[in-house]
Structure formats: C-alpha cells, structure tokens
C-alpha cells in the first residue's frame, strides 16, 4: 500500500517528485521512501536522479495489463481515430471508475487550441458527458457514494485532471446532474456544455457490449465528439455531429459483435521469480514484497481478463498465500475486483499507477535518461536523431555531450545531410526505394561506421532504433575525433554498447507506444 501511494503521489505530481517531496506528500519516513523508490528502481519502474524521482516507460505495463484485458482500445481505436478524421475534432473512449471516468483512448488533433485529456485521467462523472451514460446503471448504493465524495469534496479538488470549481457545489448542481441522467437514459445520449471549464463542449454516445444481461445490454464503454464553442456550440454538436457519432458507435458494436475472444496463448509463468535474486543483491534496500504484488497485476492481459487465484499464483511463481494477500489488497485499494466464481479482474485505477503523464511521453523523453548512462560510459558524445519528412536531411532531437575539451558541437534541432552521416544513412537503410549496395551492407550488419566522410577528423557511428512493427523510426550514434577509436575499436568496443542502449531504449519505445501515439519529436 506504501509503494502504491508513492506511484500515485508521483502521477498527481505529473512524473516527477523529490524525494523530500515525496516525503511530504505520504507522510512516510525518509527511509521508507528510500527503500521504495530503490525497488522501483530496480523494477524500471521510476528513475532517481539526484534527489528526484521520475516515472519511467516501463511503468506502463501495468496500465497495458488493464488495457490488454479489457481489449476496446485494440478493438475501437482504429474507428475513433477515423471519426477524428472524418469530423476534425477530438474523439474520445472513456470507462467507469465508480462515480468518475477514466480514458482509454483518445484521437487528438493538432491545433493551437487542443482539447484532450490523457489516457488513465479520472473527472467526475457530473461534469461530463459520459458520466450520466454510466450513472443510468447505477444502483443506490452507487447513487449514495457519490453524494458522499461531492459532500466531502465540493469543489473536486481530488481529480487534478480538471479545474477546480470556483464554488463549492450545491444541491442544484446534484440534482442537474440527476436530470441529465434521467435524459442520456431516455436520449441515448449525453451533451457536457461547459461543465468542465468555459469553452469546451462534448457529446457522448453509449457503446454497448455485445454479451447481454438479461434483456439489458450493459456499458462497455462510451464514445464522445470534445471540440469547443468557437467551432461548436452544444446544440451543433447534437444536430451536426451527433448522427455521425452514433454511425461510428454503430460500427463499433458490430466490431464487438463479430470480433471471437482471444485465442488462449500460453500463460505466463514464474513472472516473479526474479524478486529473490534481487534481494539477494540489494538487502535491506529492497522490498520484494512490493515488489512481488506489483507483478501479480502484469498477470492479467490479452486472453486472460479474469483470474482465480490458483491462475495468479501459477503466472506469478508465488506462494498462494503471497499472492492472495496481495490480491487483497489491491481489492482494499480499488485495482482488482471479484468477479465472481473465484476470479479477479482488474480495475481502470490501475491506470492511476503513472499512465497519464506517461502517456503524454516522447521518443526524446524516453531516450535521454539512456543515452546519459551511455555517454558516461563510452566518455563520448551520443545523439537521437529521425528522417525528415523529404528523407534528404536529419534531424537532431536528443542529445547527451561529453565533458571533453574537444568534442563534437551539435544542437537539438540541427540538420544535416542524411546521406553523408551514419544517422543518415541507418534511417536510409530501411527503406527500400532508395537501395544501394552501401545502404544494404548497413541493414544486413545492423549499424553505420562514417570515416571523415562529413567533416575531416569526424568519425561516426550509428544503430538503428526499431518501433513495435520492427521500422526503423530513429536511429542512435556517437561521434568523435577519429584520433580516439580506431575503425576497429568502433566495432568492437562501441558498437555492442550503442547496440544495448538502443535494445533499452526500443524496450521503452514498445511498452510506451502499445495503446499511446509517442512522437518522435
């Protein structure tokens, strides 16, 4: 429960926290911290620079577990995206969380004026347009718990996704929001104008799931159309955009409809195996047990959205007494829920463990931490690059210098010749129009090695960064005086370092980008 709140203290504080911060923000002892931020650590799941703590990409698998399991984002995602296209306006897939929603997806568009949240961002049902889709379903207990969260935080100070309310709310705005249930239920449909912050206008519309209760056929999810009043006002919304929106949702439930569950792969085994090891290694300073917890949520994914506790234990490699404790307690935290028949399954919080500042992450983002760690121990320059739009230039987007007093002087942002560097000519290599026997040398061997081809004395050497379909999307190097490696040395002593570093950062790249678009710049 300790290393939960860290991650959640470190999410509300947008990725990064000192440790004194996060000593404040607990209320745990310094020590504590210390010792759950060194097994987090150890896990890839944060980053301790200094005295901050930053999340780190590999967090993400936690939110991938949910998103694998409940399966929409891979199902849905191509036709939200398209609706995006089709009406040049953000389109959004948003899930319950009690009495608050929670993105899974979002189709953004590029505007000076953007309206998104990130995915795994919690607001409160009342103040949008899916909640009085999702409060149709609730019961009376649901009903009371919601009155109790707006009585003990008026002005929705616990969701730091949206503004704040000027004033507390009042009865009037409990009983708005049960009007516009009575509404979305009589509708199918549901309008926020303006509920979150002036200007912005939703319209959202139920995506009904294909395997009925009774006669009723519950939520899966819930579509919306977000623009704001200069484009759109609430009534447009509903008279233009609303009919197009609910064609997309159509489409969507017949993708449901026909889509078989998952062919059963091989469960996963013995995901925790590798915590005796490391507390073997790191003593006191790590907490296998937290440690041990969170692999039991990487269990569930793709195939295997409910589990019983035998099933846990066995993906696990734990005790069944260790991994019923820890399933407990995330029941007790709101992240697994019984599903009946002795299963679990996860809940959209885990998508609170870090997911919306990550997913918001870079390729620069990602690679920086690591090409530090190379540039302090090759003591040499290292630089992230991508092809420009033509394919005649590169471009310059990550860079870590060494301390020397003759090295080579790059900035962010620089251009150079694609076909004259081993940048270059790695980005080249991928594709096939442009095949040579020089840029086929270069994929078959995995890397580029430019002897003072750009600048006399400059020697360069390049690896190729891959995406999760195997393209090359980036390319990693350094460069140096060609008076401190030889050619050979280049090969045999640099090349298997930028090519760990580049497996690195390619591992962070592909849990990143699963359910999330990472740009390259």
């Known amino acids: ?112 004026m953007s309206l998104s949240f990130r ?62 249930t009575e509404q979305a239920a009589a509708n199918g449909w549901a309008l926020d104008d303006q509920l979150i912050e002036p200007g912005l206008v939703a319209v959202s519309v139920p995506v009904r799931s294909p395997h009925p209760v009774g006669d009723h056929r519950p939520l899966a999810c819930v579509a919306s159309v977000v623009s704001h009043t200069s484009r759109h006002t609430a009534h447009s919304l509903r008279t233009t955009l609303l009919p197009r929106l609910r064609s997309a949702v159509a489409q969507m439930e017949e993708e449901l409809l026909r889509t078989p569950p998952p062919t059963p792969g091989a469960p996963p085994s013995d995901l925790a195996l590798w915590t005796g090891a490391s507390k073997q290694r790191l003593g006191r300073d790590f907490i296998e047990s937290l440690a041990r917890g969170l692999t039991v949520l990487t269990a569930f994914g793709e195939g295997r959205p409910e589990l019983t506790l035998t099933e846990v234990a066995q993906a696990t490699g734990l005790a069944r007494a260790t991994a019923r404790r820890a399933l407990i307690t995330y029941e007790h935290l709101d992240l697994v829920t ?98 040579t026997d020089t840029l086929t040398s270069i994929r078959s061997q995995g890397y580029a090695l430019v002897d003072e081809e750009l600048e006399e004395g400059l020697r360069s050497l390049a690896v190729p960064i891959r995406d999760r379909s195997g393209r090359v999307v980036s390319a990693l190097n350094t460069a140096m005086h060609a008076s401190r490696h030889t050619l050979r040395e280049c090969v045999t002593d640099l090349l298997p370092e930028l090519t760990t570093t580049a497996t690195r950062i390619e591992s962070d790249l592909h849990t990143a980008a699963r359910y999330t678009h990472v740009p390259l710049t």
Request: without cysteine; neutral net charge.
């Open 338 to 435: 019984p599903t009946g028949d002795r299963t679990f399954a996860l809940t959209p919080r885990v998508l609170s463990l870090g997911f919306p500042p990550l997913s918001r992450t870079t390729l620069p983002d990602i690679a920086h931490p690591h090409l530090s760690d190379l540039t302090s121990r090759i003591h040499e320059s290292t630089s992230l690059a991508v092809l420009s739009d033509s394919g005649e230039e590169i471009q310059y987007t990550a860079r870590v210098a060494t301390g020397r007093v003759m090295s080579v002087n790059i900035t962010l942002g620089t251009r150079l010749p694609a076909h004259a560097t081993a940048l270059g000519r790695v980005l080249l290599s991928d594709r096939t129009t442009t095949d």
């Open 1 to 112: 429960m300790r290393g939960i709140a860290v991650l959640r203290e470190l999410t509300e504080a947008d990725g990064t926290l000192s440790l004194s911060g996060l000593e404040r923000a607990t209320r745990l002892a310094r020590s504590t911290v210390d010792r759950i931020t060194a097994t987090l650590a150890r896990m890839g799941y944060v980053r301790v620079d200094g005295r901050d703590v930053h999340l780190s990409p590999r967090l993400m698998e936690l939110g991938n577990a949910y998103l694998a399991a409940l399966r929409l984002p891979a199902l849905l995602a191509s036709r939200a995206d398209a609706l995006a296209d089709e009406l040049d306006e953000s389109v959004s897939l948003a899930v319950a969380d009690r009495d608050g929603i929670r993105f899974i997806h979002q189709a953004t568009r590029r505007r000076a």
């Open 119 to 180: 995915i795994g961002d919690l607001l409160p049902a009342e103040r949008t347009a899916p909640g009085p889709l999702f409060a149709t379903e609730w019961t009376a207990t649901d009903w009371q718990r919601w009155r109790e969260r707006r009585a003990a935080d008026p002005r929705d100070l616990s969701f730091t996704a949206v503004p704040p309310r000027k004033y507390g709310a009042d009865a009037r705005d409990d009983d708005m929001f049960v009007s516009r």
